[in-house]
C-alpha cells in the first residue's frame, strides 16, 4: 500500500502554463487567493482549481489566516522533474557538440 502519494502527478500539474506562472508568483512569497487571482485573466474558482491541482500534487502549501487561505511554493517535488531533465542532458550535449562538428567542417 502507497501512503502519502501525491493524487496528481507533478509533471501534469506543471503542465498547464497558468499553474507554472502560479509557482513563479509564490516562489516570490506566500500569496492569498485574491493576490493570486489580481495576476490571472481567469476566476477565482478557476484560480482554486488550480492551486487545488498544485496542492495535490505537493507543489503548494496552504494554510489558514484568519478568514483568507494563503499559498506557498513547495519546490521539493519538482526534484523529479529536474532528474528527469538531468537523464537526458548527456544526449543534448551529444547532439549539440555533433551540430557543432557539423557547421564546423561545413564552413571549411
Known sequence: MMVNQAKH?????????????????LAEKEMSIAEITEHFPISRTAVNKH?????????VRSRRVGRETRYTLRPEPLIEIQN?????EHYW???????KRFVEEDNQ
Open 93 to 99: 550535449d551529444e547532439k549539440l557538440a555533433v551540430l
Open 84 to 88: 528527469w531533465l538531468t537523464f537526458f
Open 51 to 59: 492551486l487545488h491541482i498544485l496542492s495535490n500534487a505537493g507543489l
Open 9 to 25: 502527478d507533478v509533471f501534469q500539474a506543471v503542465s498547464d502554463p497558468t499553474r507554472r506562472n502560479m509557482l513563479k508568483l
